[in-house]
């Protein structure tokens, strides 16, 4: 037992002074180590200064769900006569996501609401908030772009994938509730968007499933006057009342299937969500200090090779 603690006693005391070495590596090279910090932190802080902050609007809809399973068996019969009563499970959120990418349909938004002028503006910025009150930095580094020499197709294929992406429709599925909320550097901008998508898209798709219940009212009516038998008469005549029950709900729905709960508002100065200064000053920090660390080594490394090479 002695011997294995005396044939252990080196290698405990290679350890301890390599620990050393290495301390004494990292205090050699403590002016590169804090060079590299200052440097990059600074470059960071520079950054996020130049970052104008982002906000968000949101409106809180209440889905209302179809009653075609009043239809009981009449359904079936509209099913073996191949046609649809409706009612299908497409929910309002899958229907706006769905529309988000139509690109015919964002591209009509976007014309039609005139969100192309108002993105290519030259004081497209004069709402956007920074940090610390400054827009100093951003003004330095921003570069005007010559939007008059960009062809317009090409200014609406931009602005539909930057609308896409600033879009969230989300539907909770405890409460049912579905959030449609559209994220922009400038925050006045933001709940106006909001209002005018759910407007442009409710009407989109109440008008399409309008046109899908006239034909089936064509359809049965059609069917209803060349039927002589009276029970099927009287079946048809039911399906046709729900139809047009299903018709007067439609137009009745401001928005496509569901209610308003919360209006999207102007989100306050204080509500940015992102980006977060904080954390990335943390992150650069910590991120330069190992950096830092790991080039003093690497030049200590190169400094040895260099040692051992001029030697003869």
């Known amino acids: 037992m002695i011997k294995e ?10 350890d301890e002074i390599d620990l050393k070495e290495l301390w004494h590596t990292i205090l050699q090279g403590k002016k590169i180590i804090a060079l590299s910090v200052i440097i990059t932190v600074t470059l960071t ?3 996020v200064l130049k970052i104008p902050n982002t906000y968000t609007a949101k409106a809180v ?7 075609s399973s009043s239809l009981g068996g009449l359904g079936g019969l509209a099913a073996m006569a191949g046609v649809s009563l409706g009612g299908g499970s497409m929910t309002p959120d899958i229907a706006f996501n769905s529309l988000l990418e139509d690109k015919a349909f964002m591209k009509e938004f976007i014309i039609k609401n005139k969100l192309d002028q108002y993105y290519t503006q030259e004081n497209l910025d004069e709402n956007y908030v920074f940090a610390l009150g400054f827009r100093g930095i951003y003004d330095f580094f921003r570069t005007k772009e010559k939007q008059e020499q960009e062809d317009k197709e090409q200014i609406i294929y931009n602005l539909i994938q930057k609308i896409k992406s ?24 933001t709940p106006k968007i909001v209002s005018l998508f759910l407007k442009d898209a409710s009407y989109y798709l109440v008008q399409n499933n309008l046109k899908n219940i006239d034909s089936r009212l064509q359809y049965f009516q059609k069917e209803m006057a060349t039927t002589e038998a009276f029970e099927i008469r009287q079946n048809l005549s039911e399906i046709i009342s729900q139809i047009v029950k299903e018709k007067i709900m439609m137009k009745s729905k401001k928005y496509y299937q569901c ?16 980006p977060k200064r904080g ?14 660390v790991f080039l003093v080594f690497f030049l200590n490394f190169i400094k040895g090779e260099n040692n051992v090479t001029d030697k003869p």
Not at 279 to 292: A, D, E, K, W, Y
Request: aromatic share 10%; hydrophobic share 40%.
């Open 5 to 14: 603690i005396q044939n252990n006693a080196p290698y405990i005391e290679e």
């Open 45 to 47: 802080f520079i950054y």
């Open 61 to 67: 809809l209440i889905p209302t769900e179809s009653k």
């Open 166 to 189: 600033s879009f969230s429709i989300t539907a909770d599925k405890k409460s049912g509730l579905i959030s449609v909320s559209y994220s922009d550097c400038d925050r006045f901008i």
């Open 259 to 274: 209610d308003l709960l919360t209006p999207p508002t102007i989100p306050y100065i204080q509500d940015k969500i992102k």
């Open 279 to 292: 954390l990335i000053l943390v992150v650069s920090f910590i991120t330069s200090l190992i950096l830092g």
